[in-house]
């Protein structure tokens, strides 16, 4: 692997722990161009100020919320991430109270990174797996 992915790969890893993992906002600024676009997040809007506000909803919800990197390589300015993540349904999503209980699903990322920044983001998530775990989905 370059040395240019290898570190495209880095900056993908530290997004996914520590900003949306440990949901520190400030870094949204530092790692995400102003005109990202989250494609896993319809309707989000662009840049840091639109990845802040998935992070903000996803810990509101899952105050815990976690990820363990399972696989992480780059090509070029692409980066996929393949994950774990974890979480305890403490507060409202998507219109239901919390019930307390936790999850855990697989999770692809896929980044497409410029001038050493996320530009743009992809997820393939098990959200239905996550609401049967949460008992919101038969």
């Not at 997040?41 to 840049?47: K, L, R, S, T």
């Not at 696989?71 to 393949?82: E, M, S």
Request: aromatic share 6%.
């Amino acid at each position: 692997m370059s040395t240019t992915a290898t570190s495209n790969v880095g900056l993908c890893v530290r997004a996914q722990l520590e900003l949306f993992g440990a949901g520190r906002l400030e870094l949204a600024d530092e790692l995400v161009t102003p005109d990202c676009v989250d494609h896993g997040d319809a309707g989000a809007p662009h840049g840091p100020e639109g990845i802040k506000g998935v992070v903000l909803w996803l810990r509101a919800a899952f105050p815990d919320l976690a990820y363990e990197i399972e696989d992480a390589f780059g090509d070029g300015d692409r980066v996929a991430l393949r994950c774990t993540v974890r979480g305890t349904h403490k507060g409202e999503l998507l219109g239901h109270p919390p019930t307390g209980r936790s999850f855990a699903a697989q999770q692809i990322h896929i980044f497409r990174v410029e001038d050493g920044r996320i530009a743009e983001h992809w997820a393939c998530r098990d959200d239905v797996g996550m609401m049967r775990q949460l008992g919101l989905a038969g």
